[in-house]
Nanobody, 115 residues
Framework: QVQLVESGGGSVQPGGSLRLSCVASGSIVSMYGMGWYRQAPGKQRELVAFITSGGNINYADAVKGRFTISRDNAKTTTFLLMNSLKPEDTAVYYC?????????WGQGTQVTVSS
């Protein structure tokens, strides 16, 4: 089993910044990549950013130029730096990891952007 633990959510004013972290632990035999999804009230969960083990990165159009995904050298911790936050970025952010041929999810962390 693999566990994902997120941290770093919170409340911020429009234009502010937050940094999310996600640590993977457990029995990791193989890894495709790690990333972040979000789900706003009444909406479907959507991809925010994903980084593969080879370093390929994919961003949602809505966050390009504002959000940056990165990881540590061990590739078991991923970070999401969110700048220029907008009210429409308000959502529960979930860490996602593709390990051992399946997807794992964190418990989610709330991000609220409001004045």
């Amino acid at each position: 089993q693999v566990q994902l633990v997120e941290s770093g959510g919170g409340s911020v004013q429009p234009g502010g910044s937050l940094r999310l972290s996600c640590v993977a632990s457990g029995s990791i035999v193989s890894m495709y990549g790690m990333g972040w999804y979000r789900q706003a009230p009444g909406k479907q969960r959507e991809l925010v950013a994903f980084i593969t083990s080879g370093g390929n990165i994919n961003y949602a159009d809505a966050v390009k130029g504002r959000f940056t995904i990165s990881r540590d050298n061990a590739k078991t911790t991923t970070f999401l730096l969110m700048n220029s936050l907008k009210p429409e970025d308000t959502a529960v952010y979930y860490c996602n990891g593709a390990f051992n041929g399946r997807a794992y999810w964190g418990q989610g962390t709330q991000v609220t952007v409001s004045s």
